[in-house]
């Protein structure tokens, strides 16, 4: 049984930082791209950031870049998502997903999701 356990949400402060984590297990994800969504009340789901395994092809929302950091470490089945300069619209659930993505940006185009983090930034 395939499960992504999310943990590292909180409150924050604007201009602050926080460090997502997300254990992944029941089965090998070498072939997966691996990442976070975010939904915000009242919105749509949205891709945030996601990545290869080797970390050479990564995704990230334009709302984000230069912000935020994805990555993995294969050896542990972990994602992280390294999120700096937080802004209060970054207010959100976050979700780590993993899927044979082609998409990167679509949440159709991955299999699994954790039940996610809640991360809320004050202004």
């Known amino acids: 049984q395939v499960q992504l356990v999310e943990s590292g949400g909180g409150l924050v402060q604007a201009g602050g930082s926080l460090r997502l984590s997300c254990a992944a297990s029941g089965r090998t994800f070498s072939n997966y791209y691996m990442g976070w969504f975010r939904q915000a009340q009242g919105k749509e789901r949205e891709s945030v950031a996601v990545?290869?395994?080797?970390?050479?092809?990564?995704y990230y929302a334009d709302s984000v870049k230069g912000r935020f950091t994805v990555s993995r470490d294969n050896a542990k089945n972990t994602v992280y998502l390294q999120m700096t300069s937080l802004k209060p619209e970054d207010t959100a659930v976050y979700y780590c997903?993993?899927?044979?993505?082609?998409?990167?940006?679509?949440?159709?185009?991955?299999?699994?999701w954790g039940q996610g983090t809640q991360v809320t930034v004050s202004s």
């Open positions: 997903v993993a899927g044979r993505a082609v998409r990167l940006w679509s949440p159709g185009e991955y299999d699994y």
């Open positions: 990545s290869n395994w080797s970390g050479g092809r990564t």
